[in-house]
């Protein structure tokens, strides 16, 4: 049986970070983890090639060499998953396909053949046998949570590396708390699962036998939701490691409450994390409440936020505006946080009702939900009927949105950033290829944002005050320059 694997387009979002990614000639952000962990666990003696439409084009001859298509994708990628369902039906090639946009709505999918949804650890393994019998279903499905350690190393050898910014593993799968807005736990429960430290292990060598020695993204939904095990099981391991392994530079997601762990963030650090995306939503506590983030109520965020960048991890941060409780002074204010804070990556989305939460629900109860909805919050859509007053914040969005980003906010919140950030010292061995590609990227920005750009004042002044405050710094600072000029390219022509 040979199996082609194919991951939908991302748009040109804020996520995707398109604009930025040329300057450092990759193309793509992240691969698709879910797609090379069901590789893994298809029959080995099964041909198996990969097409992530987000860093090659799908040909006709892909499609004719394949008895079957495996598709992965999460709502933001539902027009080009359409798109590519309508192509195997055309050349006839029988279509699986599963992951979170399926999983949240089958229903939409009347033409693949089989919906193999939730964990595929759980649903996969009935579908192979079915089918092997020659009676496989339409749906397979599961009430009931994987057991990650049961899950398998993905297949990176399926991918091309270099044509990726940074590459990804999953510890653990699950988040305690209870947002209203959020789809993990409806996907993946409330109990941390993880994988065990020794699983990790091997998947990080793998990366690096195959000669990846640069970012790796720890895709978890919060890092810190079962600290005991993270730093009894996963953390030493990791640590001792990178002893042996030096270069590698770990990213993830965690909850605001590892601010009040200093010991959790000084033994993340030195393990090699340098940067976290928290969940921050919003400043107003009745919108907190609101939404149940219990957690975020009643802190002083800005410190919070101020003690991790001084333990050595970037804070990108997550916020949300569009709540019923919000009024029209909410955007600014939590404008304000973000420059305050030197949150330079702040992700700020109009309050969007995802399937399967229960935000979803409650809205569609009270006849409040528009029929689609874009799966990207950061687009300036959403498929919510305002209450009275949400409108107002609404209509400010788009114009907060480019002043976030407009030259003179956004490098005055890098500066911000790089004062109170304690710059890891991380052990980098020498890479000519990586030395190139660092130094290509700064040239380009020098042309394209120094001398052609309508930031060229505030990047070099960035770039002068980094040589002389912070010398170390002047990478990220380079960094900063290049995605701020993505964020404002899709602030300026994509938010509709
Ligand atoms: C990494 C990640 C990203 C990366 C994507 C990188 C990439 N190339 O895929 C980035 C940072 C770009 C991203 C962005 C966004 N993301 Co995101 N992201 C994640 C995250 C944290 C991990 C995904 C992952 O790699 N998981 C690990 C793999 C192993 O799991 P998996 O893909 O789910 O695969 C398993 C199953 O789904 C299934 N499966 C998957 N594919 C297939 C295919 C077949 C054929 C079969 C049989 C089974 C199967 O089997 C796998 C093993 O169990 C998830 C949360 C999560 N825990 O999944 C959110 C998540 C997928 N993101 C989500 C959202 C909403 C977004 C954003 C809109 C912004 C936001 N609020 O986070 C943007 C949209 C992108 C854009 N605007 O361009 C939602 C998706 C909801 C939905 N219904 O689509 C999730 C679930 C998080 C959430 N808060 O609800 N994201």
């Known amino acids: 049986m040979n199996v082609l694997l194919i991951y939908p387009e991302f748009p040109d979002t804020f996520w995707s970070f398109k604009h930025a990614l040329r300057f450092i000639r990759k193309k793509a952000s992240l691969p698709p983890l879910g797609l090379l962990t069901v590789a893994s666990m298809l029959p080995p003696d099964w041909p198996k090639r990969l097409v992530d439409l987000n860093v090659t084009a799908l040909t006709d001859a892909d499609l004719a060499w394949a008895d079957c298509v495996l598709v992965s994708a999460m709502a933001v990628q539902r027009e080009s998953a359409e798109q590519i369902i309508s192509r195997c039906r055309k050349a006839g090639v029988r279509i699986v396909a599963g992951g979170p946009l ?21 649903t996969l393994p009935p579908f192979l046998e079915d089918l092997a019998a020659g009676r496989a279903k339409h749906v397979y499905t599961t009430p009931e949570y994987a057991d990650m350690r049961a899950s398998p190393a993905p297949m990176w050898q399926l991918l091309d590396l270099g044509s990726y910014a940074t590459m990804s593993v999953q510890y653990t799968r699950g988040c305690p708390y209870d947002c209203e807005f959020c789809n993990v736990t409806t996907l993946l429960g409330h109990r941390p699962r993880s994988k065990s430290a020794e699983q990790i292990i091997g998947e990080l060598d793998s990366l690096y036998d195959l000669g990846w020695h640069q970012n790796v993204f720890f895709v978890d939904d919060n890092l810190i939701g079962n600290k005991k095990r993270l730093r009894a099981e996963l953390l030493p391991a990791l640590i001792e490691w990178r002893r042996r392994k030096p270069g590698m530079a770990f990213n993830t997601e965690a909850s605001i409450n590892l601010a009040d762990d200093a010991d959790l963030m000084r033994e993340l650090v030195e393990a090699g994390f340098d940067a976290v995306f928290v969940g921050i939503e919003t400043t107003n506590e009745d919108a907190l409440a609101e939404c149940n983030k219990k957690l975020n109520q009643g802190r002083d965020m800005v410190a919070d936020v101020r003690r991790m960048q001084r333990a050595g991890l970037q804070v990108q941060g997550g916020f949300i505006v ?81 002043m976030l980003y407009s030259p003179k906010t956004y490098y005055r919140r890098v500066r911000t950033f790089l004062r109170e950030y304690r710059l890891p010292r991380f052990e980098v061995p020498w890479d000519v290829r990586l030395f190139f590609r660092q130094s290509w990227a700064f040239v380009m920005s020098a042309l394209k944002l120094g001398i052609a750009g309508r930031e060229r004042i505030e990047y070099w002044k960035l770039l002068v005050w980094t040589v002389f405050r912070r010398p170390r710094s002047f990478g990220l600072a380079v960094t900063f320059a290049i995605y701020g000029y993505h964020f404002r390219r899709t602030c300026e022509a994509h938010l509709v």
Not at 102 to 114: I, K, M, N, S, Y
Not at 340 to 348: D, E, F, R, S
Request: hydrophobic content about 40%; charged content about 25%; aromatic content about 6%.
């Open 102 to 122: 399926f999983t949240a709505q089958p229903e939409l999918f009347p033409d693949v053949d089989h919906l193999v949804l939730n964990e595929a650890e759980l």
């Open 322 to 402: 569009g709540f019923d409780a919000d009024t029209p002074s909410t955007l600014h204010r939590v404008m304000d946080f973000i420059q305050a804070a030197g949150i330079v990556t702040a992700m700020v989305g109009l309050l969007q009702a995802l399937p399967g939460t229960r935000l979803y629900d409650r809205l569609k109860k009270a006849g409040r939900l528009v029929d689609r909805n874009s799966g990207d919050n950061v687009d300036g859509t959403t498929n919510i009927i305002p209450a009275s007053d949400g409108g107002s914040v609404r209509d400010g969005y788009k114009d907060g949105m480019r």
